[in-house]
């Protein structure tokens, strides 16, 4: 079972950066897809990005396109999320997640496709 620590969170105001990282171990890495997922309070949890373990294709929701950036060092075991131009609406949880049983025929952006979750970090943009 591969377990994931998120940091990085923290408040900044409209218009800032943040860079997320979660670290992973106890597994094999680099053949894992990777999602970032967040939620809001109030709201249900949402996909936010994904890296794949294969081709390291990325996926966004397009709230975030051409703001947020996700990486993967595997050398590291890390995969990050850079996050730049925040919005007061960016605010949530933010929950590093993996795949790590290669559920191919299900989409990136669902829940469903990753069994193992970090316990999130919180993100706090403010006007």
Do not use: H
């Amino acid at each position: 079972q591969v377990q994931l620590v998120e940091s990085g969170g923290g408040s900044v105001q409209a218009g800032g950066s943040l860079r997320l990282s979660c670290a992973a171990s106890g597994g094999t890495f680099s053949s894992y897809t990777m999602g970032w997922f967040r939620q809001a309070p109030g709201k249900e949890r949402e996909f936010v990005a994904a890296i794949r373990w294969s081709t390291s294709r990325t996926s966004y929701t397009d709230s975030v396109k051409g703001r947020f950036t996700i990486s993967r060092d595997n050398a590291k075991n890390t995969v990050y999320l850079q996050m730049n131009s925040l919005k007061p609406e960016d605010t949530a949880v933010y929950y590093c997640t993996a795949d790590t049983r290669a559920q191919i025929l299900v989409a990136v952006t669902s829940t469903s496709r990753y069994d193992s979750w970090g316990p999130g970090t919180q993100v706090t943009v403010s006007s």
